[in-house]
């Protein structure tokens, strides 16, 4: 099990209410039956762990990067952003490094690597910045 360690993980716990504990595993005792959650530290018998599942990105980590401000909006990071971008027509701005590629951009469609324009045209995530234009930058 140290395989986990290091890891970030939401853990549901065996108890009538399946709480779930958000953090990352630091350290698996075996030898107490147990392992060790950060932040805070916190011991958990592993006879009390209903189910434990792999995150890329903790709850606590989501406030500060979901979103950056950006003089006329928004950087795009979660998918829940580019949905709302895509179901209020929402203006985007598309950079790849420092350049403006598209200043005035529609999405129609998304998923975990692409973006699709109302064009058709296709730009990947992982290579562009999606940036949504405010009411105040147009």
Do not use: C
Request: overall charge neutral; glycine content about 6%.
């Amino acid at each position: 099990m140290k395989q986990w360690e290091g890891k970030k993980v939401v853990i549901t716990r065996d108890d009538e209410y399946h709480s779930r504990l958000y953090g990352t595993i630091q350290h698996w005792d075996v030898e107490k039956n147990r392992l060790v959650l950060q932040p805070g530290s916190i011991h958990i018998l592993l006879n009390d762990i209903l189910h434990i599942k792999e995150l890329d990105m903790l709850p606590q980590d989501l406030n500060s990067a979901a979103w950056e401000l950006n003089s006329v909006g928004y950087v795009m990071k979660q998918p829940v952003q580019f949905d709302n971008a895509i179901l209020f027509g929402s203006k985007v701005m598309i950079w790849k490094e420092d350049q403006l590629i598209e200043p005035f951009a529609r999405l129609i469609r998304h998923n975990r690597e692409r973006v699709i324009l109302d064009d058709q045209r296709i730009f990947t995530k992982a290579d562009h910045v999606f940036v949504v234009r405010s009411r105040r930058g147009g």
